[in-house]
């Protein structure tokens, strides 16, 4: 009887392990894989709307192959319009530096994003590259709690600053969250 192996590194090889109840191979899927080897990220921020504002984040990709793979979530109190742009012309504000969390809490490996809350400046925003309204459509003054998931990924483009905006209602309480981890594509 021949033995299914997998090579872990170099030289290295290990046997194949099935579960003991199904007989089936048992794997992660890529991104938990990326959470063990220290390589994905997080990043929470709670916020009450003032008067008249929206909540922006400014995330920028630098100029390296690794790219982030991100998905990112609000939640509101009320109805809430999440629209992500491409490009924005916007800058970086240091004063209000947003620091991801490693979510494999034993690694010391930091993301190579920049991202910032409220970025400054007078420019375009950028090419409008998803948008969605939840709550009550229309109506962003109306009580009615709203979500929005992106569990789609984007491939944040390498060289790129991107815009996240969150409008909603004055008082609005809401919670915007990214995941994402950081991977340079193999040969």
Not at 174 to 185: A, K, P, R, S
Request: charged letters at 15%.
């Amino acid at each position: 009887m021949g033995l299914l192996t997998g090579r872990i590194s170099g030289g290295k090889h290990r046997e194949v392990w099935l579960d003991q109840s199904t007989h089936v191979l048992s794997t992660i899927e890529y991104e938990h894989h990326e959470i063990h080897s220290g390589s994905a990220y997080t990043l929470s921020r709670p916020v009450t709307l003032p008067v008249a504002n929206d909540d922006e984040l400014r995330i920028a990709q630098p100029n390296t192959t690794k790219w982030a793979h991100i998905i990112f979530s609000v939640v509101s109190d009320a109805a809430v319009t999440v629209s992500l742009y491409e490009g924005t012309a916007l800058v970086y504000e240091a004063a209000n530096i947003l620091t991801p969390i490693n979510r494999n809490r034993n690694s010391t490996n930091t993301s190579g994003l920049s991202i910032c809350h409220t970025p400054s400046g007078v420019g375009a925003d950028g090419s409008l590259i998803y948008s969605t309204t939840a709550g009550v459509a229309g109506n962003p003054a109306s009580s009615a709690p709203g979500a929005v998931a992106a569990r789609f990924e984007f491939i944040l483009k390498q060289n790129t600053a991107y815009l996240l905006r969150i409008a909603g209602a004055s008082g609005d309480v809401l919670t915007t969250n990214l995941e994402w981890y950081e991977h340079t594509d193999k040969d």
